[in-house]
């Protein structure tokens, strides 16, 4: 068994301010951005949830990532519909008694009743409308990885029906009744959810889940060094330190922290961790140096305007063009070359493109490595 360290503080600022009650009032949707592998999942999963659970609420967890060939809305309408399933017998009875025979969610599921007497279509909203009333208690709608559902329209579509479930319910009864909260390992992807008055979530904001930080490296060197013998023992300094070269990632420090346990070497646990995480660090930069070195000029150009205007970015825009321009020192660059360029970024997994053509890096750690990149440059000159 991994050790797994609990942030149930966390998961009751969180609940309260989904319910209205925190500091910070997240009744229309939290929406928590955070690197890959830094421990998102198991929040929710482990955290979160339980605490949800524990003040009455009805929990629906979908991630989004679970099948990335199959469309978000249908995820979505899925998780629903199980849960719809989950309370069956209670629902059951409130269909009769309001006559519904068959329910159809977003074209994608049929429930089917002995009860005569057959809706139309019913929407996401609808469905989300129902559970409520079956569930008779708050819900709490998770997707994990929801900047996934920016990717066609039909995804788009769940997420203002999802919208528009959580206004019409909380405007009808006292109490937060849908309540939202979404993840995502790219903020600038995740931003495309909110921002604009376009977007179906727009006036929220986006916000860092917070990394873990000591308090967990202080726990997991207790924990470790409860296994080993009292003369190999790791300090809570180096593995904090480690953990910080690591980008955070629990995975990785159970990894080198492991192979260092095994290895014997006792005696210098402080230097072997640093080194480990260090050339970690290093294998994956050189990833992205390896990648960034086989982009032709216009390429690389485009990602270097992307990274310094994040989302105001507008790919063919005249400020744009002529950017490109200066920088390749080519005059007659045109939309058409610019188009095949971002294709073929998008390609090689560097750049994503949301069904509505806006743009965001592939993996946000690009950005730092390569502003770290370019203050290195900048200093060697
Ligand atoms: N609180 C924790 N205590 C110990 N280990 C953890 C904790 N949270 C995450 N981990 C470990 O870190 C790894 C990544 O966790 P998780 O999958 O939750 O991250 P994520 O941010 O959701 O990743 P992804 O970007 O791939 O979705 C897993 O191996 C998990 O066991
Ligand atoms: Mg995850």
Avoid at 152 to 159: I, L, P, T
Wanted: include cysteine; hydrophobic fraction near 40%; charge should be neutral.
């Amino acid at each position: 068994m991994y050790f797994t360290f609990r942030r149930t503080e966390l998961a009751i600022a969180y609940c309260d301010s989904l319910a209205g009650n925190g500091i910070a009032n997240a009744t229309s949707g939290l929406f928590l951005a955070a690197p890959r592998r830094v421990g998102k999942s198991t929040f929710l999963l482990n955290d979160l949830i339980p605490e949800a659970k524990k003040r009455g609420w009805t929990t629906i967890y979908i991630d989004l990532w679970v099948n990335i060939n199959a469309n978000p809305a249908d995820i979505i309408a899925e998780a629903i519909k199980n849960k719809i399933l989950e309370l069956d017998s209670k629902f059951t009875k409130i269909a009769r008694k309001i006559g519904l025979d068959k329910i159809n969610v977003m074209g994608t599921f049929v429930l089917n009743f002995s009860s005569p007497g057959l809706p139309e279509n019913i929407t996401l909203t609808d469905a989300l409308r129902i559970l409520y009333e079956i569930a008779d208690a708050p819900i709490l709608l998770i997707i994990d990885e929801a900047q996934q559902a920016l990717i066609n329209e039909k995804a788009m579509s769940a997420m203002f029906a999802i919208k528009s479930a959580r206004d019409q319910l909380n405007s009808q009864s006292a109490k937060t009744a849908l309540m939202l909260a979404f993840t995502g390992s790219n903020r600038d992807k995740l931003a495309h959810l909110v921002l604009k008055k376009s977007h179906p979530f727009f006036g929220s904001d986006v916000t860092s889940f917070p990394l873990l930080n000591k308090n967990y490296t202080d726990a997991f060197t207790h924990w470790v060094n409860n296994n080993l013998a009292p003369d190999n023992q790791f300090s809570e300094e180096s593995m904090y330190q480690a953990f910080k070269l690591v980008g955070h990632r629990p995975e990785i420090l159970r990894q080198i922290a492991g192979k260092i346990a095994l290895s014997g070497e006792a005696s210098n646990f402080a230097e072997l961790l640093k080194k480990d995480a260090l050339t970690w660090q290093n294998r994956v930069w050189e990833e992205y140096e390896n990648d960034f070195n086989t982009l032709s000029p216009l390429q690389k150009i485009i990602l270097q305007v992307l990274i310094k205007k994040e989302q105001s970015w507008l790919p063919f825009s005249e400020e744009s063009m002529q950017t490109y321009s200066q920088l390749t020192g080519q005059e007659d660059i045109s939309t058409a070359t610019v188009q095949t360029a971002i294709q073929s970024l998008r390609e090689r997994g560097l750049l994503w493109q949301s069904g509505r053509g806006t743009y965001a890096l592939e993996d946000e750690s690009f950005a730092e490595w390569y502003k770290l990149r370019s203050m290195k440059n900048e200093m060697s000159l």
